[in-house]
């Protein structure tokens, strides 16, 4: 394996930049399939509520925990069979969690997948800096639209294929069939693996970065942002039903919510060219947060398609995080480390979204607590946005010097 790629030809960039959407279009395909025919799998396999519980809530404790260990993984593996075993690992969850007959199996293949998808966050970042260095916009814009397709996909798709195919298990396992045509041009990259951890001076060690003033506005964009997009997809249904809006409609809201950031997503390579560094974007996001959520607790049965469009476009910012890392480190090995660095705590942080507006409503007895505090996360994604827009290289913010930079 070597730090760089050979000299690709155009056909070759086109299958490698298909290869990574595809990669991103199965890292939510787990997440996104469960939730709509959680109710049928309960009934048929004797899953309790809590435990239920338990199963939303482990997707984004299993993109914090793998995707910090993704970084040996890499180092270990390169960043082509890393992508390939990514690629194996939800294939394989997807099928076995989908034949099994008891709560500990399907737990136990569930995390697999997401664990695959994990470490799948982690490795597009350094992907497309290594294959993409001068198209790192365009190809960040791709993916993360790609991520937010395939979990509308799942979500919109599983329940009529379901019905179509005979039951749950035939509409969870066929998506085993996407990731299994994905890993296929992954398995014909193998033989031109490429390392992100080089020899020598351009190592950086997790506990340099630990260091940086950029990185940790990173984990606060990160964190804050997806910590409120987590949210979104756990309350925002109930909180215009207890308002007195329709099951139906409440429905139609979040989705039109997850949809308004795919065009979004792939206008931001034109957005980001026409601001340049200037922190115009963050801000505009965490603009159209707050006054989504300002909307929704003043009047949400009143123009609430217009508070979930502002919801929708302020979820912009992550896909401008995901771009950032990739601008933000002169080479791939400084990608990755950004990458696990921002993700594995950022998607901790997150966590605490669903599970503090949930703390919060049952608290109070009311969704106006819960609201303000997630107004206030727009407040963080301004204040740390400002700084990652600044046109400062992780590298150039690191303590030690050159020689001093080995891997941890």
Known sequence: MSPHPPSPTVGGRLLVGAAIVLLALNLRSAVGSLGVVLGPVREDLGMSAPVAGIVTAVPVVCFAVFGVGAHGVVKGLGLHRTAAVVLAMITAGLVLRAVVDSTALFMTFTTVALAGAAMGNIILPPLVKVHFPDRVGLMSALYGAALMGGATLGS??????????????????????????????????????????????????????????????????????????????????????????????????????????????????????????????????????????LGVLLAPTTLTWLWAALLGLGGGAFTWTLTMIGKRARTAAGTTTLSVFTQGPGYLLAGMGPLGAGVLHDATGSWTAPIVALMALAAVIAVAGWFVARPVMLEDTLETGPRDRISS
């Open 156 to 293: 919109i798709s599983t329940v009529p294929l379901s019905g179509a195919l005979g039951g749950w298990r035939q509409g969870l396992g066929l998506w085993a069939a996407l990731s299994f045509a994905a890993l296929l041009p992954w398995l014909a990259f193998l033989r031109h693996d490429v390392r992100t951890d080089p020899t020598g001076s351009q190592r950086l060690a997790m506990r340099e970065v630990v260091r940086s003033p950029l990185a940790w506005a990173m984990v606060a964009v990160f964190g804050a942002q997806s910590a409120g997009a987590y949210a979104q997809f756990g309350w925002f249904p109930e909180i215009l039903t207890d308002a007195g809006l329709s099951d139906a409609r409440a429905g139609a809201m979040l989705g039109l919510l997850s949809g308004v950031g795919i065009p979004l997503a792939l206008g931001l390579p034109w957005l980001m060219r026409m601001v340049g560094d200037r922190p115009i974007l963050p801000v505009t996001f965490a603009a159209m947060t707050a006054g989504g959520w």
